[in-house]
C-alpha cells in the first residue's frame, strides 16, 4: 500500500472508531494515570508492544476476562488491521495506540500495567540495530517501570540468541519465573493465543521459546538460558 493510501486509512480509522485507535501522542498523554476512566471500566491493563496485526489481542480480547487490552505498534498499516481483527472478536475493551514503545513511559504511570506481552521482539537481527530491539536492556528496564511489583512480561521469540540476550540483560526487578526452549512442548493453556509470527515460525519447524518475568519488590537474580 503506498503511504498516502496507508495515511488515509488511518485517518478513516481514527475518524470512524472513536477511541479504539490513537495516532495523537498527545491524546495519548492526557490518558496517563486514566486509562480506565478512558475505557469506562476498571480492569488490569495488558499491552502488547510490537503488536503487528493483532492476531494475538483479537484472540485474547475475544474471552470475558476482566481485562483491558492496549496494543501499541509503530507500523500505522498494521494498526489498521490489527483494530479491524480486534474489533470483529472483541468482548472486552482495547485500543489500538500507533506509537514507538520508547514513549511509553510518557502514556502510563509506572505501575499502571499489569501486564505486557513482548512476542517476537526481533525485527532487528543484525547486531548494528541491537539498540532498536524491543528486548534489550533500555527497554527491559523500561517495562519494569511500568509493572507494578507482581506485574509480569512475557516474552517468545523463535530466535535462541533473542532469548539468551534477554535473559542476560534483565533489570534487576524482573525475576524469571518460568523459561524453557519449546513452549509448545509443555502443555501450557496459553499455547492456543498464537501470534501471525508465530504461525508463520511454527509452520516451518521453528521451535518457540519464552519466558515469564514477575516484576519483585527488590532486585537479585541469577539465570542460565541453557536448554
Ligand atoms: C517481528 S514483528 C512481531 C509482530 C507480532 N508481535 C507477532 O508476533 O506477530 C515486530 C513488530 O514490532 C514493531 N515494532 C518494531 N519496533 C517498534 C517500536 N520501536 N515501537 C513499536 N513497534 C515496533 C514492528 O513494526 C513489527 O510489527
Not at 5 to 12: D, E, M, Y
Not at 13 to 24: K, Q, S
Not at 147 to 167: H, I, K, N, T
Amino acid at each position: 500500500m503506498g503511504r498516502s493510501r496507508v495515511k488515509g486509512s488511518l485517518k478513516r480509522a481514527v475518524y470512524d472508531h472513536p477511541g479504539e485507535i490513537l495516532t495523537d501522542s498527545g491524546q495519548m498523554r492526557q490518558r496517563r494515570g486514566r486509562w480506565a476512566e478512558a475505557f469506562g471500566e476498571a480492569a488490569p491493563l495488558h499491552l502488547e508492544v510490537g503488536m503487528g496485526r493483532g492476531r494475538f489481542l483479537a484472540e485474547l480480547a475475544a474471552r470475558d476476562e476482566p481485562v483491558n487490552y492496549v496494543g501499541v505498534e509503530i507500523k500505522p498499516d498494521r494498526c489498521v488491521t490489527a483494530r479491524e481483527k480486534i474489533r470483529r472478536r472483541a468482548r472486552r475493551p482495547f485500543v489500538v495506540l500507533n506509537a514507538a514503545v520508547e514513549i511509553l513511559p510518557q502514556l502510563f504511570l509506572p505501575g499502571e500495567v499489569q501486564r505486557i506481552y513482548l512476542n517476537f521482539p526481533d525485527p532487528w537481527p543484525s547486531y548494528v540495530y541491537r539498540g532498536r530491539r524491543l528486548f534489550n536492556t533500555a527497554f527491559l528496564r523500561l517495562y519494569q517501570g511500568l509493572l507494578p511489583v507482581g506485574g509480569e512480561l512475557w516474552f517468545r521469540s523463535d530466535q535462541a540468541a533473542c532469548y539468551e540476550e534477554l535473559l542476560a540483560s534483565l533489570p534487576p526487578r524482573l525475576r524469571v519465573e518460568e523459561h524453557g526452549c519449546d513452549f509448545h512442548a509443555g502443555g501450557h493453556e496459553f499455547t492456543i493465543f498464537q501470534t501471525e509470527y508465530e504461525r508463520r515460525y511454527r509452520a516451518a519447524g521453528a521451535t518457540i521459546h519464552h519466558a515469564r518475568l514477575v516484576k519483585t519488590g527488590s532486585g537479585i537474580l541469577e539465570i542460565r538460558a541453557g536448554c
